[in-house]
């Protein structure tokens, strides 16, 4: 999809506020595939290419949100490890007005040929973004997973944050669209329940920057063969979650997780009780973005946790 006249010009209005830009003129448009969301693709201006994402109405209200999870990742990632885009500009659409257009616009990042130690320097450089102390959990605004809100309360215990701010949310959303039967609403309230018991183990753990929506989608190789991090949904929580959503849906290769483990190792529980505790949240949303097709999923990951915890 080619982008509207109505936002070239309003592109061609906002450049000279746009130091990066300032004084540029914009080329031709194609499209990059790969997004289930926003219209996206390769905008060429007279200063150079620049990635170019958009949207209209409620669908565009997280483009801020996300650039200051981008500039947050830039600024504390190691760039000898990890890229990420900066941000050349951001805007949301207007509130209830569902003809608005928001964007944002970042450096070209283009997809390529992964370095020999792609795989490494991933693994190793989300370790490394984890091993960083964060003041709290939370974050200081509410932002977006995939079109949905994800709030980001700040809370001083990881437990309260993860039942508050993640498995309530979705488990009352998902209800109240009558996603969830009775059955399953009692399931998923009994994990909130013994969530403090699961988290016990890292409970003393520091908060780290998350990247937030780890799946393989959202890490290429940029043009150095570098990983790059796109589309996060970023907040200080715990660094296993990443890891969790990153097993989640596969695509992620066997040297990544043992590059990470070298520099942050990982215990045994991680993976029996709360790699699928945190993977419940990410099934709760495509849940309420897809459907009861995850369901079975959901359910078995609920299960799974309290069988471990001798709840089942």
């Given at each position: 999809m080619k982008p509207p006249v109505a936002l070239r010009?309003?592109?061609t209005e906002r450049l000279d506020t746009v130091?990066?830009?300032?004084g540029?003129?914009?080329?031709?448009?194609?499209?990059?595939?790969?997004?289930?969301i926003h219209h996206s693709g390769r905008l060429e201006t007279s200063a150079g290419p620049?990635?170019?994402?958009w949207n209209s109405g409620e669908s565009a209200m997280g483009f801020s949100s996300e650039a200051r999870s981008l500039e947050a990742l830039r600024a504390d990632a190691d760039?000898?490890?990890l890229d990420v885009p900066e941000v050349i500009d951001a805007r949301?659409?207007?509130p209830g007005d569902g003809s608005t257009l928001g964007w944002l616009v970042l450096e070209f990042l283009p997809p390529s040929s992964p370095a020999p130690d792609h795989h490494e320097r991933l693994g190793r450089g989300l370790a490394r973004l984890h091993s960083e102390a964060q003041p709290t959990f939370g974050w200081p605004e509410s932002n977006r997973i995939g079109p949905l809100e994800q709030v980001n309360p700040t809370r001083e215990r990881w437990a309260?944050?993860?039942?508050?701010?993640?498995?309530?949310?979705?488990?009352?959303?998902?209800?109240?669209?009558?996603i969830l039967g009775r059955g399953d609403s009692e399931l998923l309230e009994r994990v909130a329940v013994a969530t403090p018991e699961a988290l016990a183990p890292v409970a003393d753990d520091p908060p780290a920057l998350l990247h937030g929506d780890l799946w393989s989608g959202n890490v290429h190789p940029g043009p150095r063969g570098r990983p790059v991090l796109v589309d996060p949904a970023a907040y200080w929580g715990h660094g296993e979650v990443d890891l969790a959503m990153a097993r989640l849906f596969g695509g992620f290769a066997g040297e990544t997780f043992?590059?990470?483990e070298a520099v942050r190792p990982i215990a045994e529980d991680f993976r029996r009780i709360r790699c699928p505790l945190y993977q419940l949240y990410y099934l709760l949303v495509h849940v309420r973005l897809f459907g009861a097709s995850y369901l079975g999923r959901t359910r078995s990951a609920a299960r799974s946790v309290l069988s471990e915890l001798g709840r089942g």
């Open positions: 010009r309003l592109l130091a990066a830009l300032e540029a003129e914009l080329g031709s448009f194609q499209p990059v595939g790969g997004g289930c620049v990635f170019l994402k760039p000898a490890l949301d659409a207007e309260d944050f993860w039942v508050e701010a993640r498995l309530l949310p979705q488990l009352r959303a998902a209800h109240d669209a009558d043992r590059a990470y």
